[in-house]
């Protein structure tokens, strides 16, 4: 089953003026045209995303969350350039069809994408599939990412995306600050991780565009084939390292499925999922890389997760985040703190 295109009635904070936008997607939008249907989707944590209809036109609609946000957060024009830029190379995602800043339409800054028709799964199980077709399809998405990182950022026009080289330092000094300004527990894990990392950072300075949520729930499969179509969600996408992007993808593999959708406590074998060690060979070939991933790898992936959950759980408490489940999801990042710390101490 695939769930992650549901859609449901805009919550009460995520309400927008639907006549104005409406009244703007038409000037602008030589197919659309008749009256307007809106919904929300409610798959998604981070930046509120709106299914909208016209009589012969079906469009996505992304935007700011509402209320006051962490500096550089929620860049909905940094997402809808990069997939711009992705599309004319060929890579899988939506076609980007206009971008808005102005304010007065929906209240934030928003962009407007094709409407793709595929599978997402917020299980990282992904029921439904054979063992053939799970298989086929972490070691396609495991591709996709290769083919990603393949890009030379300058040559696409996106040497300027980020700031190049640092890339593990930088993200550790961002995420760190962002769960202290933000942090809605206390976290013991997080402390640790905060003082260990710093002395443990995984080598390299390369840089590449690098997706920085590149995980199941974050993809579309093909409605029948075992393929990615479709990647989505580049709100924190920026020049870094490629490796940093493997071991995110990965987290899985180290969390329980009652721990944002791991498969941990699977039985991996009979559904068909390739192993954490194929994983990291099949995208080492896919790439041609002679590097790997490191436990300090996963170790700062895990961290960085965590304070993102937590951030989450912070804009549920305030009541403006994209679903309605955030504080709940935000908990998890307790989770991913201690999974990070049982790396630690498993290296002794």
């Known amino acids: 089953m695939s769930d992650g295109t549901g859609t449901i009635a805009p919550t009460q904070a995520l309400k927008i003026d639907e006549p104005?936008?409406?009244?703007?997607?038409?000037?602008?939008?030589?197919?659309?045209?008749?009256?307007?249907?809106?919904?929300?989707?409610?798959?998604?944590?981070?930046?509120?995303?709106?299914?909208?209809?016209?009589?012969?036109?079906s469009y996505v609609v992304r935007k700011q969350p509402p209320g006051e946000l962490l500096p550089s957060a929620h860049a909905v024009d940094r997402e809808h350039r990069v997939q711009k830029a992705l599309h004319a190379q060929g890579f899988p995602v939506a076609q980007q069809f206009h971008y808005c800043e102005d304010r007065s339409v929906v209240g934030t800054p928003f962009?407007?994408?094709?409407?793709?028709?595929?599978?997402?799964?917020?299980?990282s199980s992904l029921p439904g599939c054979s063992p053939d077709e799970r298989r086929a399809m972490y070691l396609n998405m495991t591709e996709t990412l290769a083919k990603l990182h393949s890009y030379d950022p300058e040559a696409i026009g996106l040497g300027d995306y980020g700031r190049p080289g640092s890339y593990y330092e930088r993200q550790f000094r961002r995420w760190s600050?962002?769960?202290?300004?933000?942090?809605?527990?206390?976290?013991?894990?997080?402390?640790?991780?905060?003082?260990?990392?710093?002395?443990?950072?995984?080598?390299?300075?390369?840089s590449r565009i690098a997706h920085g949520d590149y995980r199941v729930g974050n993809v579309m499969f093909h409605p029948t084939e075992p393929r990615v179509i479709a990647v989505f969600d580049w709100e924190i996408?920026?020049?870094?390292?490629?490796?940093?992007?493997l071991a995110y993808m990965c987290i899985l593999y180290f969390t329980t499925g009652e721990e944002f959708f791991g498969i941990r406590d699977k039985d991996r074998t009979a559904l068909g999922i390739p192993a954490f060690e194929e994983i990291i060979e099949?995208?080492?070939s896919a790439a041609d890389r002679p590097d790997t991933v490191t436990d300090a790898?996963?170790?700062?992936a895990m961290f960085r997760f965590a304070?993102?959950?937590?951030?989450?759980?912070?804009?549920?408490?305030?009541?403006?985040?994209?679903s309605e489940d955030a504080e709940l999801v935000g908990r998890q990042g307790l989770a991913l703190a201690k999974r990070a710390w049982q790396v630690v101490e498993k290296r002794g």
Do not use: C
């Open 237 to 245: 996408s920026t020049l870094g390292h490629p490796l940093s992007d």
């Open 297 to 300: 790898h996963m170790v700062h």
């Open 20 to 57: 104005r936008l409406a009244e703007y997607l038409k000037g602008v939008l030589p197919a659309a045209a008749g009256p307007m249907r809106l919904k929300l989707f409610s798959h998604g944590q981070s930046n509120p995303t709106y299914f909208v209809e016209f009589d012969d036109a």
């Open 177 to 206: 600050r962002n769960f202290l300004e933000t942090k809605t527990q206390d976290i013991p894990e997080m402390d640790k991780l905060i003082e260990w990392l710093p002395q443990h950072m995984p080598a390299g300075d390369e």
């Open 307 to 322: 304070a993102i959950l937590d951030g989450v759980r912070a804009r549920g408490l305030a009541g403006n985040a994209a």
């Open 111 to 123: 962009y407007v994408m094709e409407k793709m028709d595929g599978r997402v799964f917020t299980d």
């Open 282 to 284: 099949h995208y080492r």
